[in-house]
């Protein structure tokens, strides 16, 4: 599921199944949460750290194209590309 935070007062929103954006429910948001959390708890139980917890940033050209977003400044897990 894809979530975005849109507007000042921080409402949440999802991708529906055509691709439009809906507000979420705070049973969603809720259930979102919870979700991150087991994840934040089991990879933490598995690699020993939440790679989201320890961003680098990185960037670099290559073949005339440029390329940057985050990895993990323990493992280097790829967090987010740009």
């Not at 691709?19 to 979700?35: C, I, P």
């Amino acid at each position: 599921m894809k979530v975005d935070t849109r507007g000042a007062e921080w409402t949440s929103y999802r991708m529906d199944d055509d691709g439009n954006w809906v507000q979420m429910t705070d049973e969603e948001v809720r259930q979102a949460y919870l979700r991150g959390e087991k994840e934040r708890e089991e990879a933490k139980k598995k690699k020993g750290h939440y790679c989201d917890e320890n961003p680098i940033p990185y960037e670099f050209w290559e073949d005339g194209e440029y390329y940057h977003g985050m990895e993990c400044s323990i493992c280097g897990d790829l967090i987010h590309t740009g």
